[in-house]
């Protein structure tokens, strides 16, 4: 006795066999929006897993409620950097209520390194602030030394810093672990170079592009001010 057949089973031995150029090309397609969409969760995650807030205390400026926040990853070193400085001063002077800034640090050598262990010290007494608005004033100063503990020390005075506190902190581990800290997290943002911002989670690398972010910027920020 013959067994029996699905119904359709002769229209489907007539179906055209599937190209397998087109299943390869489909196969790709899905593979690469899978990944992207993998990156994209992955690269959220990172922004919202940053370390804790409490190491930046002292490193904010502008208003925590405001529209506009920017993260700024920095070299102190760099001269585009001192560009970026002005720019963005000169951003929150005419948005004051506008802008949020916060400074990470990303130091590219052991100079630079260096230099940011003096700004996270002026961090640890308050002087912050005081200590790299000095900083950029002077870089023509100190930018080409290959040595700059003495200028150093003598911009950590003139901010106002207690040079025993200073010393000690130079010297302590923990420093340099809280800028090892930031700049791994730079690292898994994707920052490369110095200055990289993130203006409301949107990645700028150089000041040509902040220049073009804050420009976009401006009308939002005067319409709701």
Known sequence: MESE????????????????????????????LGVGIMIYIDFNRRIWNAPPEELLAGRYWGNPEAEL?????????????????????EFMQKHPQGVFLQTRYFPQ??????????????????RFRRFTSLLFDRYFQWS???????????????????MDQL?????????????TLDRVYGESLFVRSTPTYFLNGV?????????????????????NE
Not at 69 to 89: A, H
Not at 169 to 179: F, G, L, M, S
């Open 167 to 179: 010393k000690v902190c130079v010297a302590d581990q923990n420093t340099a672990a809280v800028i």
């Open 69 to 89: 926040k920017i993260t700024q990853f920095l070299d102190f070193q760099s001269s585009d950097v001192v560009r970026g400085e002005i720019m963005i001063y």
């Open 203 to 223: 990645m700028a690398v150089g000041v040509d592009e902040l220049e073009k972010a804050l420009k976009i910027w401006d009308e939002p920020l005067m319409q």
């Open 5 to 32: 057949r699905p119904q359709d089973f002769d229209r489907l031995k007539k179906r055209p066999p599937v190209d397998p150029a087109a299943r390869a090309w489909f196969m790709i397609f899905v593979l690469v």
């Open 144 to 162: 080409a030394l290959s040595g700059v503990t003495p200028i150093m020390k003598i911009i950590a005075g003139d901010a106002g810093l207690d």
């Open 109 to 126: 050598d052991d100079k630079s390194l260096l230099i940011t262990i003096y700004a996270e010290c002026a961090n640890r007494q308050k």
